[in-house]
């Protein structure tokens, strides 16, 4: 395993990141999700990413309970708050107003059954709270040392810059890190949100860098969907147009299969690295639901992909 620092911080994680979004707690049987994330930790991943809101809890449990047999210090734990944690219509179980932020990091705390994390994430970005609200709940967790790192998820270039101007100018704990969504078919984090992070000293932790499995090249066209694939599972394909899958967007992918082999890469692993090719990615998440599809990926770490073979995944893909 190959590991790079999250951002400009000093925290170092692996370029291979477990993900637990769609799977641990929900469609994945929790003794599966804990022999993946043993697997995981066996190659050397590091790094382990879930979400308050992922099974509405029920993931962070499993992550939690998995991750317990290993030295705390060994792993690093992000997790994240914004969307409700229940049905009801109350207005405060949601957003990041500061009793939000603080109620939800006590909760995924104890579902965790950890003393800290080590990154806190907030969602998504908060129009109905004002930025120095958040950002101040922000850094009296770090400063009551429930949390020790602070990112965000989806944010605009826009919104980070004036986040990091707050920070900055009253002496805050900065940003270290950015979850966009980015991978070879959505590349709209390369236009401005990579290099205001880049300026700003924050990393990526790219979330669907597979686009869902789809650049893994096991859905063909006018072909069934594989019945143990996402698509087919009604659980995990709310993503996928319900398992209703592009037939023009497929055959691009299949034109991948020859750039994987000359490269020497699964197709799976050509996507990663596609990603990790980026100096400001510090990670990649991947999604798991058999510790095979774990070892696989985790042979993108470290992987360089050459100019030529950058060049016809772009001719590929058109």
Partial sequence: ????????????????????????GGATENEVAEKCIDR????????????????????????????????????VLATKVF???DDGPMPNNRGLSRKHIIEQCE???????LDYIDVYQ??????????????????DLVSHGKVIYVGFSQWSAHQISDA????????????????????????????????????????????????????????RPEEPLPADSRAADPKQNMFLNGGKLDNAVLEKIQRLAPVAKQAGLSMAQ??????????????????ASKPAQVED?????????????IKAIDSALE
Avoid at 270 to 287: P, Q, Y
């Fill in 270 to 287: 050509l996507a990663l690295a596609w990603c990790l090719r980026k100096k400001n990615v510090s990670s990649v998440i991947i999604g």
């Fill in 297 to 309: 990926n985790a042979g993108a770490a470290g992987v360089a992909l050459s100019p030529e073979i």
């Fill in 1 to 24: 395993m190959h590991y790079r620092r999250l951002g400009a911080s000093g925290l170092k994680v692996s370029e291979v990141c477990l993900g637990s979004w769609l799977t641990f």
């Fill in 107 to 113: 909760a995924s705390l104890k579902r965790l059954g």
């Fill in 83 to 85: 969307f409700p944690m």
């Fill in 122 to 139: 907030c969602h998504r970005y908060d129009p109905d709270t004002p930025l120095e609200e958040v950002l101040r709940a922000l850094d």
């Fill in 40 to 75: 995981a930790y066996e190659l050397g991943i590091n790094f382990f990413d879930t979400a308050n809101v992922y099974a509405r809890g029920k993931s962070e449990e499993v992550v939690g309970k998995s991750l317990r047999k290993f030295p705390r210090s060994t792993y």
């Fill in 164 to 219: 990091v101007e707050f920070q900055v100018k009253h002496n805050m704990d900065r940003f270290v890190s950015s979850q966009p969504y980015y991978n070879m078919l959505g590349r709209d984090a390369e236009k401005d949100v990579i290099p205001v992070c880049e300026r700003d000293g924050i990393g990526q932790i790219v979330y669907s860098p597979l686009a869902q499995g789809l650049l893994t090249g096991k859905y």
